[in-house]
């Protein structure tokens, strides 16, 4: 299901989130929250700032 609406999107131009929210293959498997957390940014951004301290020294920011 993922596959098809992922390439609907692309050649539709329009966003993935909307289609995979309104197909009712999905919504029969998975929660409206699931949907979401699977286009959360948070998991991939929860460590910048560990990261940019300890490449570039900030200081006042988090470490390890």
Same mark, same amino acid.
């Given at each position: 299901?993922?596959?098809?609406?992922?390439?609907?999107?692309?050649?539709?131009?329009?966003?993935?989130?909307?289609?995979?929210?309104?197909?009712?293959?999905?919504?029969?498997?998975?929660?409206?929250?699931?949907?979401?957390?699977?286009f959360?940014?948070?998991?991939?951004?929860?460590?910048?700032e560990?990261? =940019?301290?300890?490449? =570039?020294?900030?200081?006042?920011?988090a470490?390890?």
């Amino acid at each position: 299901a993922i596959q098809r609406l992922a390439m609907e999107a692309n050649a539709k131009r329009v966003e993935l989130r909307p289609l995979v929210e309104n197909d009712p293959t999905l919504a029969a498997m998975l929660t409206a929250e699931e949907i979401a957390r699977c286009f959360s940014i948070e998991p991939h951004v929860a460590h910048v700032e560990a990261i =940019f301290a300890r490449v =570039f020294g900030v200081a006042g920011r988090a470490g390890p």
